[in-house]
């Protein structure tokens, strides 16, 4: 038996919700991790027959992502590792440290 998303955000803890939502951000699943697999074959595609001179910079992630409804692309679902500053790395490493319970030995 089924229950619906009201059902489940009654039942579940804030601690489990933030795992849960940290989880996602790490390893997304579903149709999104869906899209962000054709969205990298895609790319890979690209890049192996791109004409440096005619395009000298290498092609985005978030060009190949597909978008619903006339809206655009949310960027933070395909965020590159090396997009994110040293202190945003180091803060998204502390966030998941404290959500997981884990010590900060520093």
């Given at each position: 038996m089924g229950c619906t998303v009201d059902e489940?955000?009654?039942?579940?803890s804030s601690r489990e919700l933030t795992e849960w939502m940290a989880y996602?951000?790490?390893?997304?699943?579903?149709?999104?991790?869906?899209?962000i697999q054709a969205a990298i074959i895609s790319r890979t595609m690209a890049e192996i027959h791109r004409s440096s001179k005619k395009r000298p910079e290498p092609y985005r992630l978030d060009e190949f992502m597909l978008s619903f409804g006339g809206e655009q692309q949310d960027r933070r679902d395909v965020v590159e590792v090396d997009e994110l500053?040293?202190?945003?790395?180091r803060a998204?490493?502390?966030?998941?440290?404290?959500t997981f319970g884990g010590k900060d030995l520093r």
């Open positions: 489940l955000l009654r039942r579940i996602y951000g790490l390893n997304p699943f579903g149709d999104k991790r869906g899209d500053s040293p202190a945003a790395q998204w490493l502390e966030m998941l440290n404290a």
